[in-house]
């Protein structure tokens, strides 16, 4: 069983900054996963925002590229993102998932929000 935690969210204002990061743990036994970044607005569906391979391939949702990084460190299983220029549309809870072959782990989201 794999086990993550977001942490890092809160409040900021336009144009602001946030570092979520999402720290695994439990029944890892080698770096050949994925991360991914979604999140979730009120009233909306949940959105792919980010995805990281485990060779460092990187894809974007159109609405963050350019302004979000994500990355990973392998040697303390987290993953991260980088959140820059933030805007009010940007306020959701984002949730981490890892993908490690057939099996997906969540963890419990963490809220953004974005706000003046």
């Known amino acids: 069983q794999v086990q993550l935690v977001e942490s890092g969210g809160g409040l900021v204002q336009p144009g602001g900054s946030l570092r979520l990061s999402c720290a695994a743990s439990g029944s890892i036994f080698n770096s050949m996963y994925a991360l991914d970044w979604y999140r979730q607005a009120p009233g909306k569906q949940r959105e792919l925002v980010a995805t990281i391979n485990s060779a460092g391939t990187t894809n974007y949702a159109a609405s963050v590229r350019g302004r979000f990084t994500i990355s990973r460190d392998n040697a303390k299983n987290t993953g991260y993102l980088q959140m820059n220029s933030l805007k009010l549309e940007d306020t959701a809870v984002y949730y981490c998932?890892?993908?490690?072959?057939?099996?997906?782990?969540w963890g419990q989201g963490t809220q953004v929000t974005v706000s003046s």
């Open positions: 998932k890892l993908r490690w072959g057939p099996r997906e782990y």
